[in-house]
Nanobody
Framework: VQLQASGGGLVQAGGSLRLSCIAS????????MGWYRQVPGKEREFVAA????????YYGDPVQGRFTISGGVGRNMVYLEMSSLKPEDTAVYYC?????????????WGKGTQVTVSS
């Protein structure tokens, strides 16, 4: 499975941005997909995830209420709608997918897309 994320960029604090991720290859066995972010020198942080089985969504505490994860009809695309962005949201955002569950040890990772929020 290959993942390609897009949609990152520069936005002012309080603004919005939408990330997209498309999965290709053997996607039929994917249990769910998610987004993680990382700042240089810090550990990777969970942002949001969605389970395809029932559409359940999960969010990290720092983004709860501001970010929304959703999936495409074919279950091979995932979106992250980010609003009320803060400078501390600046990071490289990675799309990930897993065949058995959702957590830090995802099976597949994309290359990441940079999100920069200016104050």
């Amino acid at each position: 499975v290959q993942l390609q994320a897009s949609g990152g960029g520069l936005v002012q604090a309080g603004g919005s941005l939408r990330l997209s991720c498309i999965a290709s290859g053997r996607t039929s066995g994917i249990y769910g997909m998610g987004w993680y972010r990382q700042v240089p020198g810090k550990e990777r942080e969970f942002v949001a995830a969605i389970a395809w089985r029932d559409g359940s969504t999960y969010y990290g505490d720092p983004v709860q209420g501001r970010f929304t994860i959703s999936g495409g009809v074919g279950r091979n695309m995932v979106y992250l709608e980010m609003s009320s962005l803060k400078p501390e949201d600046t990071a490289v955002y990675y799309c990930a997918a897993d065949e058995t569950g959702l957590g830090e040890d995802m099976d597949y990772w994309g290359k990441g897309t940079q999100v920069t929020v200016s104050s």
